[in-house]
């Protein structure tokens, strides 16, 4: 923004010198610019702040410029916004410490809020210590009174500076016109007011960031705002200080304050305070003497000195005789005390002892206690308890004692205690296994017990209790006793209720799964089918049972006594079939076997082997059109071999044979054992032979 509106002017005018306010010197070299205060006066009575503007008033904005840097600023520029206004001033010169004070006015109010910024320095041409404190805002409300505002061209809104040394006036541009005004004809002056700061009886107070020792005097503008602390501790010469206690108007110690209209006095009430000291005389020992204190006035020391001072061997003490009376204290005092030292004898015990109990009387305890004088030597101190009494529970005090041939007694003690630290002993039973009683499982009744060092018997818990019914399966039992020390044990044994597990094992011993097993009581019942361990499992009450499991079609029944023994197992016969000709070669043919009707054996061929119960089963086997049964019992042989006959026609003229049909025959060939028909091709007529292993068959 570079320009204002056409119907206000803006001309910057500069005050300086209206009042010299001690301010904060920053660290550094460099100045350090900042807006302080922004208020606003009357037009027509210059110099009176007003904290209430009504519409179409005649008013003035006011602000304070500090330089509270190090260096002179020179060449610095104001700029000053009013609502959508805005002007420039500058540019001028500020010393360190040095407060100007500028205004914009006169300015004709209209209803609402309006907000005015005042940037000093805007362009950051000067160097400053702090480049973030140029600015500030100050929004104010006009009454909803309606009124006009008229143009400024006859009568030039004014922001203007002023010094009283030389004049340096400003220009702000309008649509129209540029002014510029004189220090002698523009000037207008804010009111001042004398404001006192003391310290009672003395102290230090630090105003606006500078430090003052004595009564201060300063000029302010009525409505400024300032900052005022009282140091506390305030050193006022050896052995004195002064304590802040209040500001005689009340206020906190450090305080921001606005400057009343008429002369005010800020009084910091300060407590004197004297130092203590402590000393001593006549105990060679060392003396841990109170701290140095500060007393108020009149006031009484804290510190007290030690009435017995004991030597780290406990061979010398040194007793308090007379001291310094603690008060009252009016000036820097040192208060004194006199001893007296003495030597005794020392008595050397034991540390505390804890031990734990051997019995339910307690422990017996031994232990050395000693004593010796710097004039005797040493001494036999006596102690009671004496060492080697039973102690019982509990802790016990042994106090010990000595007086050495001039008198001088001395005494010592330490505590014996003895505990209760060992827990019960239990004693449970070994594992139990229990056949079961019911479908449910067992009832299972146990012994346990436990004993301790010093209760002797005492209660024992078991979870599941003695007596329990204990499902089917293993139960851990846990018990435990407390005694009434607290300590505890712990322990657990476990309870097996077994179930009857049926198994059938291959010839090999691995599990074979899919076999369905059943049982009788009063009728065959389902157990269940074995899995790929090869097991079923079941809860049976003990006795006497008939196990049936049922496998490859076969059947195969078991009586056992599962109280005595729960486990029943089957096992399969690995059975082979083979078909071998008359001279001992294996042939191939198809397999079959008879378990509630015929069943392929194995892969269906004399090549195979198939595990199946240990039974009598008819075995068949088919080989050249015809077929052979053979029954046998598995359990005491499992190899079924079926044999062939050699056949030769002596004519050479056998051309075929029947067997379910004509079959082609060939010279010396194997066949099954039985009755056949041949065909032969000289006229000879059809004719049946019966074959029978282990001779050669000779047919025409």
């Known amino acids: ?56 008033q005649s008013f003035n904005i006011i602000a304070t410029i500090k330089n509270i840097g190090q260096e002179t600023a020179s060449g610095y520029y104001l700029d000053v916004y009013y609502d959508s206004d805005y002007g420039r001033g500058g540019p001028d010169n500020i010393a360190p410490g040095e407060v100007q004070t500028w205004y914009v006015g006169p300015l004709t109010a209209q209803a609402g809020t309006h907000t005015t910024k005042w940037v000093v ?8 210590l702090n480049e973030t404190n140029n600015e500030k805002d100050y929004t104010f409300t006009i009454g909803a009174q309606t009124t006009t505002t008229t143009s400024t061209s006859s009568s030039t809104t004014i922001l203007t500076t002023q010094t009283t040394q030389t004049s340096t006036t400003a220009t702000s541009t309008s649509t129209s016109t540029t002014t510029t005004t004189s220090s002698t004809s523009t000037t207008s002056s804010p009111p001042t007011v004398s404001i006192t700061l003391t310290a009672n009886p003395s102290g230090s107070i630090v105003v606006d960031g500078a430090t003052y020792t004595s009564q201060q005097t300063f000029t302010w503008i009525p409505g400024s705002s300032h900052t005022i602390t009282a140091d506390s501790p305030v050193p006022g010469g050896s052995g004195t200080e002064y304590v802040w206690v209040s500001w005689a108007d ?24 004297y130092q203590v000291t402590y000393s001593q005389t006549g ?93 005797d030597g040493p001494l036999a101190p006596t102690c009671t308890p004496s060492s080697g009494s039973t102690f019982a529970l509990g802790s016990t005090t ?18 014996v205690t003895v505990v209760d630290r060992t827990p019960p002993k239990l004693q449970l039973p070994a594992d139990i296994t229990a056949p079961a009683t019911s479908s449910k499982g067992a009832v299972v009744k146990f012994s346990a017990s436990a004993t301790d060092l010093v209760d002797g018997s005492v209660t024992v818990t078991c979870t599941p209790a003695s007596g329990s019914t204990f499902p089917f399966g293993t139960t851990t039992v846990s018990c435990s006793a407390k005694d009434k020390a607290g300590n505890s044990a712990s322990g657990s044994f476990k309870v097996t209720v077994p179930m009857v597990t049926v198994t059938l094992l291959a010839s090999n011993g691995s599990g074979r799964s899919g076999a369905v097993v059943q049982y009788y009581s009063g009728s065959w019942k389902a157990f269940g089918t074995t899995g790929s361990d090869g097991t079923a499992k079941m809860g049976l009450t003990s006795g006497t049972y008939n196990f049936q499991i049922s496998w490859a079609g076969a059947t195969q029944q078991k009586s056992q006594n599962v109280g005595t023994n729960p486990n029943v197992v089957f096992q399969t016969t690995l059975v082979t079939v083979k078909l071998v000709s008359s001279t001992n070669v294996q042939l191939s043919g198809s397999a079959q076997y008879y378990a509630g009707g015929w069943k392929k054996f194995g892969g269906g061929t004399t090549t195979t082997t198939m595990e199946l119960l240990p039974l009598t089963y008819t075995f068949q086997v088919s080989y050249a059109g015809a077929s052979q049964q053979i029954s046998q019992n598995t359990a005491t042989n499992p190899n079924v071999i079926f044999r062939t006959v050699q056949v030769h026609s002596d004519s050479g003229k056998c051309t075929s044979y029947y067997a379910g049909g004509w079959k082609t025959f060939t010279q010396d060939m194997q066949l099954l054992p039985g009755t056949y028909t041949f065909r032969f091709s000289d006229k000879t007529r059809d004719t049946s032979y019966t074959l029978v292993v282990g001779v050669v068959k000779h047919i025409h």
């Not at 009575?45 to 009504?54: E, K, M, T």
């Open 1 to 56: 923004m570079n320009s204002i509106l056409p119907r206000l002017a803006l001309l910057l005018i500069l005050v300086i010198g209206l009042a010299n306010l001690p301010v904060t010197v920053h660290a550094g070299s460099s100045s350090d610019l900042t807006v302080d205060s922004i208020w606003l006066e009357d037009a027509s009575q210059i110099g009176q702040p007003i904290s209430q503007v009504s519409p179409g």
């Open 398 to 415: 042994v106090s010990c004692s000595v007086t050495d041939k001039a008198g001088n007694t001395a005494s010592a003690s330490f505590k």
């Open 283 to 375: 105990c060679s020992l060392t003396v841990s003497m109170p701290a140095t204190e500060w007393v108020n006035a009149g006031g009484s020391a804290v510190g007290v000195f030690p009435s017995t001072i004991i030597s780290g061997d406990g061979k010398a003490q040194c007793l308090l005789q007379n001291a310094s009376p603690p008060g009252p204290i009016n000036a820097p005092t040192a208060l004194t005390a006199t001893y007296k030292t003495l030597y005794s004898p020392v008595v050397t015990v034991p540390a505390d002892i804890t031990v734990n109990a051997t019995g339910p009387n307690g422990a017996v305890v031994t232990y050395t206690a000693s004593a010796s004088d710097l004039v």
């Open 121 to 128: 320095d805007p362009d950051n041409q000067i160097v400053e």
């Open 250 to 273: 009340g206020g906190d110690q450090s305080r921001t304050v606005t400057t009343p209209s008429s002369p005010t006095t800020y009084t910091a009430n300060y407590q004197t305070q």
